[in-house]
């Protein structure tokens, strides 16, 4: 379904997601994402682009698909996926090329469409958090364009990871609205 030379690949792209094992402990939050900032991610300011960002986020979620099971085999056979409907980022901290980041991810709800995550990247060497995201992402029936249940098995998948996760704090920045904040007079 998807052509070889599409543009944007993500480091996981063509590696199958790996399969489930219900008795196994799950991590809170996930670990799952840890690259470099590469020198393409760094702009005229020297340091990481906030494009980027959002580019490192969609991995992270990317092999979050792959822990529950959603990669291409399950694209292609059964022509569902989960699409991003929002995105908040907050841009914390600068960082610069050739440094290691580390990116954590909590459920934070589902539904049989919805997921809502929430990822934090931390610098890896300091420990530092360099950016938040918030997302919403839907599970879509790709050929009608439009939103669909998941499957039982993916919805079960979910609540074990949402039961590990709710020993979790919920992020401070969690459902903040954007505005500039004004004094009383």
């Known amino acids: 379904m998807t052509e070889k030379n599409h543009g944007i690949t993500t480091p996981l792209e063509g590696v199958p997601a790996k399969p489930w094992d219900p008795t196994a402990s799950i991590a809170a939050p996930f670990s799952l994402h840890a690259p470099t900032v590469l020198p393409a991610w760094v702009d005229y300011n020297g340091h990481m682009s906030e494009s980027c960002y959002l580019l490192v986020f969609g991995d992270n979620s990317d092999a979050f698909f792959r822990f529950i099971g959603i990669d291409e085999s399950y ?93 979790l704090a919920a992020p401070k920045s969690l459902g903040k609205p954007m505005g500039i904040r004004r004094k009383a007079l």
């Open 75 to 167: 694209r292609d056979q059964g022509g569902h996926s989960l699409y991003t409907v929002e995105t908040h980022i907050h841009h914390v901290r600068e960082v610069a090329q050739g440094e290691q980041l580390r990116l954590s991810l909590q459920l934070i709800d589902h539904d049989e469409k919805r997921v809502h995550i929430f990822h934090t990247m931390t610098h890896a060497a300091t420990g530092d958090v360099l950016a938040t995201a918030e997302q919403m992402l839907v599970h879509v029936d790709m050929a009608q364009g439009r939103s669909a249940d998941m499957p039982a098995y993916l919805q079960d998948r979910l609540n074990a990871i949402a039961k590990a996760h709710a020993v």
